[in-house]
Protein backbone atom coordinates (compact mmCIF):
# COMPACT_ATOMS: atom_id res chain seq x y z
CA UNK A 1 0.00 0.00 0.00
CA UNK A 2 2.72 2.30 0.65
CA UNK A 3 4.63 1.74 -2.21
CA UNK A 4 1.63 2.40 -4.53
CA UNK A 5 1.28 6.17 -2.68
CA UNK A 6 4.78 6.39 -3.33
CA UNK A 7 4.35 5.42 -6.28
CA UNK A 8 1.78 8.11 -7.29
CA UNK A 9 3.38 10.86 -5.57
CA UNK A 10 6.90 10.24 -7.40
CA UNK A 11 4.21 10.14 -10.82
CA UNK A 12 2.70 13.50 -9.56
CA UNK A 13 6.16 15.17 -9.17
CA UNK A 14 7.47 13.97 -12.77
CA UNK A 15 4.68 15.59 -14.33
CA UNK A 16 4.87 18.61 -12.27
CA UNK A 17 8.10 18.71 -13.34
CA UNK A 18 7.46 17.81 -17.16
CA UNK A 19 4.63 20.53 -16.77
CA UNK A 20 7.33 23.21 -15.65
CA UNK A 21 9.75 22.43 -18.17
CA UNK A 22 6.72 22.70 -21.26
CA UNK A 23 6.44 26.37 -20.10
CA UNK A 24 10.18 27.26 -19.30
CA UNK A 25 10.97 25.98 -22.91
CA UNK A 26 8.13 27.87 -24.35
CA UNK A 27 9.21 31.04 -22.45
CA UNK A 28 12.38 30.84 -23.85
CA UNK A 29 10.82 31.73 -27.27
CA UNK A 30 9.23 34.55 -26.34
CA UNK A 31 10.84 38.41 -26.76
CA UNK A 32 8.38 39.62 -23.95
CA UNK A 33 6.17 38.35 -21.30
CA UNK A 34 3.00 39.38 -19.96
CA UNK A 35 2.86 39.25 -16.01
CA UNK A 36 -0.13 40.74 -14.29
CA UNK A 37 -1.27 43.16 -17.52
CA UNK A 38 2.24 44.37 -17.88
CA UNK A 39 4.71 43.36 -20.60
CA UNK A 40 8.16 42.90 -20.00
CA UNK A 41 10.45 42.58 -22.76
CA UNK A 42 13.85 40.43 -22.57
CA UNK A 43 17.18 41.88 -22.13
CA UNK A 44 20.42 40.74 -23.18
CA UNK A 45 22.62 40.47 -19.84
CA UNK A 46 26.14 41.80 -19.69
CA UNK A 47 29.12 39.68 -18.82
CA UNK A 48 29.43 41.52 -15.30
CA UNK A 49 25.93 40.79 -14.67
CA UNK A 50 25.91 36.99 -15.20
CA UNK A 51 29.51 36.85 -13.42
CA UNK A 52 27.69 39.03 -10.52
CA UNK A 53 24.58 36.57 -10.71
CA UNK A 54 27.00 33.73 -10.50
CA UNK A 55 28.59 34.82 -7.63
CA UNK A 56 25.21 35.04 -5.87
CA UNK A 57 23.67 31.71 -6.86
CA UNK A 58 27.04 30.56 -5.36
CA UNK A 59 26.35 32.32 -2.10
CA UNK A 60 23.44 30.14 -1.90
CA UNK A 61 25.60 27.12 -2.30
CA UNK A 62 28.08 28.45 0.62
CA UNK A 63 24.63 28.76 2.78
CA UNK A 64 23.63 25.19 2.26
CA UNK A 65 27.42 23.90 3.26
CA UNK A 66 27.28 26.44 6.09
CA UNK A 67 26.32 24.62 9.75
CA UNK A 68 22.80 26.36 10.92
CA UNK A 69 21.86 27.56 7.53
CA UNK A 70 17.99 28.11 7.95
CA UNK A 71 15.82 27.17 5.19
CA UNK A 72 14.46 30.71 5.55
CA UNK A 73 17.45 31.98 5.00
CA UNK A 74 18.43 30.22 1.82
CA UNK A 75 15.01 31.04 0.92
CA UNK A 76 15.52 34.75 1.05
CA UNK A 77 18.99 34.18 -0.64
CA UNK A 78 17.23 32.62 -3.41
CA UNK A 79 14.33 35.63 -3.90
CA UNK A 80 17.02 38.06 -3.95
CA UNK A 81 18.67 36.33 -6.63
CA UNK A 82 15.21 36.30 -8.56
CA UNK A 83 14.84 39.69 -8.15
CA UNK A 84 18.25 40.76 -9.31
CA UNK A 85 17.71 38.60 -12.78
CA UNK A 86 14.43 40.30 -12.82
CA UNK A 87 16.28 43.83 -12.61
CA UNK A 88 18.52 42.73 -15.03
CA UNK A 89 16.37 40.19 -17.97
CA UNK A 90 13.89 42.48 -17.57
CA UNK A 91 14.14 45.95 -16.62
CA UNK A 92 11.76 44.73 -13.42
CA UNK A 93 12.21 47.05 -9.94
CA UNK A 94 11.62 44.96 -6.79
CA UNK A 95 8.48 46.45 -6.13
CA UNK A 96 6.77 44.50 -9.31
CA UNK A 97 8.72 41.96 -8.78
CA UNK A 98 8.19 40.83 -5.35
CA UNK A 99 4.28 41.70 -5.63
CA UNK A 100 3.80 39.27 -8.50
CA UNK A 101 3.15 35.56 -8.40
CA UNK A 102 5.76 33.42 -8.20
CA UNK A 103 4.64 30.75 -9.63
CA UNK A 104 4.08 32.86 -12.70
CA UNK A 105 7.90 34.88 -12.66
CA UNK A 106 9.54 32.00 -11.61
CA UNK A 107 9.43 30.06 -14.98
CA UNK A 108 10.13 33.41 -16.83
CA UNK A 109 13.10 34.02 -15.07
CA UNK A 110 14.23 30.73 -15.31
CA UNK A 111 13.54 31.31 -19.17
CA UNK A 112 15.72 33.79 -19.37
CA UNK A 113 18.81 32.31 -17.49
CA UNK A 114 18.29 29.12 -19.78
CA UNK A 115 18.10 31.39 -22.52
CA UNK A 116 21.38 33.60 -21.65
CA UNK A 117 23.21 30.40 -21.81
CA UNK A 118 22.11 28.58 -24.28
CA UNK A 119 20.97 31.39 -27.01
CA UNK A 120 17.40 31.91 -28.53
CA UNK A 121 15.43 28.43 -29.08
CA UNK A 122 14.38 28.28 -32.80
Avoid at 90 to 101: Q, R
Avoid at 104 to 110: A, S, Y
Wanted: contains cysteine; charged residues 30%.
Amino acid sequence: MMAAIESSLEAFYASLIEENEKRIMEHMKQDSFDLCGKTFRYRKITTAQHLELDRMQAGIEDLVLAKGATKLEITAKLAEIYQKRAQYHLGMDADTFYSLPWEDVKPVLDACVRRTRRGHPL
